[in-house]
C-alpha cells in the first residue's frame, strides 16, 4: 500500500475546516484584548471620550496599521467604548473583569501550559508559603461578582437574626468583598477577615475603595495555630 500522497489537482478538503479557524480567531482576538488592556486603551477612552485614530495612536504608543483592531465603536467618526468594554473592561468599573481575563495567560496559570498540565502525573502541592499574585486574588475578586458573592450575602441578610448581628469573622476571606458587602448591608458589623499573610497583601485596597477602613480590620496567620487575633 503506496502512503504517496494524492494528486494535488484531485485533493479535496472537506468542510469544516473554518471550526479549526475559529480557534484560531478566539486565539488571535484574545490577544487583541489582552494588548488593549496591557496597554490601558479602554483606561484612556473611558477618561477622555471618544478619540481620532491618529490620537490614540501617538498617545498610547500604538502601531496605527492595526489599531482598528482594538476599537470597537466609531462615534462621530471617533473611536470610543461599547457599552460591555465600559462595563467590564474599564479599570474602575464596579464591573470590571480585566484581572480575571488576563489571569488565564499569567506564567504561572495551567491554561498558559496547559500541556504540562494534562501530562502532570499528581496535582503540584501548594506548601503554605506559596505566595498567589495580587493579580490572582484580584481575578478570584471579580470572579465573585458575577453572582457568587451576591447569592452567598443575600443567604446570609436573610437569617433573621443578620440585623442584630456585630461581629464577624471572613476566615479564609482573601480579597475581602464577602465582608465589605455585608458591612455596606448591616451599618453595625465590623469585621475581621482573616487569611494567610501573604493572601491579605492587597486585602486592604478592596477595603479602602469601598470607604471601610474604620469597620473592616485584616488579620494574617494560621488559623489552625495559636490565636487569631484580638477581639473586635
Excluded at 504561572?108 to 496535582?123: C, H, I, Q, V, Y
Aim: hydrophobic share 40%.
Amino acid at each position: 500500500m503506496s502512503n504517496r500522497p494524492k494528486s494535488l489537482v484531485d485533493l479535496v478538503c472537506p468542510h469544516g475546516v473554518e471550526r479549526i479557524d475559529g480557534f484560531t480567531a478566539g486565539y488571535q482576538a484574545y490577544q487583541v484584548l489582552k494588548a488593549a488592556l496591557e496597554l490601558g486603551l479602554f483606561d484612556w477612552l473611558a477618561e477622555n471620550g471618544p478619540g481620532y485614530r491618529e490620537e490614540i495612536t501617538t498617545t498610547l504608543k500604538l502601531n496605527g496599521m492595526i489599531t482598528r483592531s482594538f476599537l470597537q465603536a466609531l462615534v462621530d467618526e471617533k473611536y470610543g467604548l461599547t457599552e460591555l468594554a465600559e462595563v467590564f473592561l474599564v479599570r474602575w468599573s464596579p464591573c470590571y473583569q480585566g484581572d480575571l481575563f488576563l489571569s488565564i495567560a499569567r506564567p504561572d496559570s495551567r491554561w498558559n501550559n496547559f500541556k504540562d498540565t494534562l501530562t502532570a502525573a499528581k496535582p503540584p502541592q501548594q506548601e503554605f508559603d506559596a505566595v498567589p499574585t495580587p493579580d490572582f486574588i484580584k481575578a478570584l475578586a471579580q470572579r465573585s461578582l458575577r453572582g457568587e458573592l451576591q447569592a452567598v450575602t443575600r443567604s446570609i441578610i436573610a437569617w433573621q437574626g443578620f440585623s442584630l448581628a456585630r461581629t464577624l469573622l471572613d476566615l479564609g476571606g482573601g480579597h475581602g468583598l464577602y465582608a465589605i458587602a455585608l458591612c455596606q448591608v448591616n451599618p453595625n458589623l465590623k469585621a475581621v477577615v482573616f487569611d494567610k499573610p501573604h493572601v491579605i497583601a492587597c486585602t486592604g485596597e478592596f477595603i479602602w475603595q469601598y470607604g471601610l477602613e474604620d469597620r473592616v480590620i485584616v488579620r494574617g496567620g494560621r488559623c489552625v495555630f495559636g490565636r487569631m487575633g484580638r477581639r473586635l
